[in-house]
């Protein structure tokens, strides 16, 4: 019985693939059958996760095992039974409240990241001395990282014409800023890359046997 299941799960998972697959050809009922599976298992899964992972142990149990003590949990749990009554167009107006709340809540806790990460360890990168480096490398790096940041900068500020001296500048920026992005590109490329070769595997290895 455990090997009927384990060949069907195999089988399954195969053709799935093979389904989302045709879409390269065109699109197709086949791929639209797959895609409507995965989404629907996604959601449930997710549903289920919430629950018995966020709201049972984090709010459900609270309540049941001190309501009192804990009467601090159930605002969230009101905010959200206000966010589920967006399902009855009646009462919809009520979820934009939470809905709101989770938002703004959401952006400024964002902000505080993205402006340590993104701006401050950045900023604090280029303010290194590159000459006080013990590697030859390491200096070079640094002068690259400071002329990168300086010439994008310089590309983003349009209170000026380009030309001249900004708009030399402003070409070194294009140059790093191109680079960067090829770079990610490349590495989201490299990730999609990797995800095939794990289906590939798995269908000329584990479904047809032709590769161990």
Same mark, same amino acid.
Do not use: C, H, Q
């Given at each position: 019985?455990?090997?009927?299941?384990? +060949? /069907?799960?195999?089988?399954l998972g195969a053709?799935? &693939?093979? *389904?989302?697959? #045709?879409?390269l050809y065109k699109d197709n009922p086949f791929y639209k059958v797959a895609e409507q599976i995965f989404v629907g298992i996604s959601a449930a899964y997710?549903?289920?996760?919430?629950?018995?992972?966020?709201?049972?142990?984090?709010?459900?149990?609270?309540?049941?095992?001190?309501?009192?003590?804990?009467?601090?949990y159930f605002?969230?749990?009101?905010?959200?039974?206000?966010?589920?009554?967006?399902?009855?167009?009646?009462?919809?107006?009520? +979820? /934009?409240?939470?809905?709101?709340?989770?938002?703004? &809540?959401? *952006?400024?806790? #964002?902000?505080?990241?993205?402006?340590?990460?993104?701006?401050?360890t950045q900023t604090t990168a280029t303010m290194l001395n590159p000459f006080a480096a013990t590697s030859l490398t390491v200096t070079i790096g640094q002068i690259i990282i400071i002329i990168g940041t300086i010439t994008g900068l310089v590309y983003f500020y349009f209170s000026k014409k380009h030309e001249g001296f900004i708009g030399a500048n402003a070409r070194v920026g294009i140059i790093f800023l191109m680079v960067s992005f090829g770079a990610s590109f490349g590495y989201t490329v490299m990730a999609r890359i990797s995800l095939l070769i794990g289906r590939l595997q798995f269908i000329f290895g584990d479904w047809l046997h032709l590769i161990k």
């Open positions: 019985m455990i090997e009927f299941w384990t +060949s /069907f799960g195999i089988w053709l799935s &693939t093979l *389904a989302i697959w #045709s879409f997710w549903l289920v996760y919430t629950i018995y992972n966020i709201l049972i142990p984090n709010l459900f149990s609270k309540l049941i095992a001190d309501p009192v003590a804990n009467w601090i605002i969230p749990g009101i905010l959200g039974l206000m966010m589920i009554l967006r399902i009855i167009p009646k009462f919809e107006k009520l +979820s /934009f409240y939470p809905l709101s709340l989770l938002i703004g &809540t959401t *952006a400024g806790i #964002s902000l505080l990241r993205f402006l340590k990460s993104d701006v401050l």
